[in-house]
């Protein structure tokens, strides 16, 4: 079983323990990344809760039948911190928890990467 925190929580803390730095959000695009990086889902899920809803039945059924595709990476967001940990970022909480549970090496998303300018 996953540890999974709460992007909004994620954000918030980053924030607060770096108030005295400056940073900028990149747009990456797609990009190929380890689904063991992913720390967080939004609020609005609660794990385990997601594994068994509606949506992660209908994704589970198409990975079962056609295996991992990465189809529509513009819709699986993804906010990754200047540590490489990443968090979901509006779209992909299913996609991001299912990766995960079934230990995928790479799957696409699109990334927004979050930097120090000093």
């Known amino acids: 079983m996953s540890e999974w925190r709460v992007s909004e929580e ?24 380890n689904p063991q990086d992913i720390i967080a889902i939004n609020e609005n899920y609660d794990y385990p809760d997601i594994l068994s ?10 990975v079962e039948e ?19 940990k990443m968090i979901v970022n509006g779209a992909g909480n299913h996609r991001a928890v299912l990766a995960k549970e079934l230990s995928i090496e ?3 998303a699109t990334i927004k990467k979050v930097r120090y300018i000093k």
């Open 10 to 33: 994620v954000i918030e803390e980053f924030s607060k323990n770096n108030q005295d730095r400056e940073v900028t959000t990149d747009d990456i695009g797609v990009q190929s990344i």
């Open 53 to 62: 809803d509606y949506k992660m039945d209908k994704l589970k059924k198409s």
């Open 66 to 84: 056609n295996n991992w595709t990465n189809e529509q990476p513009q819709g699986f967001c993804l906010l990754m911190l200047p540590d490489g």
């Open 106 to 108: 790479s799957v696409k």
